[in-house]
């Protein structure tokens, strides 16, 4: 009876654990990745995404027009040049970024970008 106890308790205590390291996300998400995860890594590139592209492309990279538009795995379509000229020149709906964002901006989206496969 008590070593049934002892057991059921370390279950709960090893579940807990479990649980709390996937909860790294922050409250209110359910443990997914969001790009605010890239933050400490790829601040610039984190923060002129949330300027310019969340509204298009998702706070997870997931996309919101269109299956084109998912990121989620942008890295493994295009190198870092190719989300560049990508950025820079615009393609069917998304607007040119020429205007907008400097070359050293659009070089710290592609870098963190091009790691996404
Ligand atoms: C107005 C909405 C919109 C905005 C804002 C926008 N995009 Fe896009 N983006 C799209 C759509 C739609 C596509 C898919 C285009 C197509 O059909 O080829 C796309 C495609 C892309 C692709 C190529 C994806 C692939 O797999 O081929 C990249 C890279 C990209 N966007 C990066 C960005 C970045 C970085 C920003 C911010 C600087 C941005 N986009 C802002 C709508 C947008």
Redesign the pocket.
């Known amino acids: 009876m008590r070593s049934k106890t002892l057991a059921r308790l370390a279950c709960t205590a090893a579940a807990f654990i479990l649980l709390s390291a996937c909860g790294t996300a922050g409250p209110g998400n359910s443990g997914g990745y969001t790009v605010a995860d890239d933050t400490a890594a790829y601040p610039d590139a984190v923060a ?2 949330e300027t ?6 998702g706070n997870a990279l997931q ?1 919101r ?2 299956s ?4 989620s ?2 890295g493994s ?2 190198d870092k040049d ?2 560049i000229a ?2 820079r020149d ?6 040119t ?1 020429k205007d ?2 400097s070359d050293e ?2 070089q710290a ?2 870098a963190w ?1 091009s790691t996404k496969k």
């Open positions: 002129l995404y310019n592209c969340l509204t298009c492309h996309g027009v269109g084109e538009s998912d990121l795995q942008v379509r295009h190719a989300i990508i950025v615009g393609r069917d709906i998304m607007p970024f907008v964002l901006d659009m989206l592609a970008l």
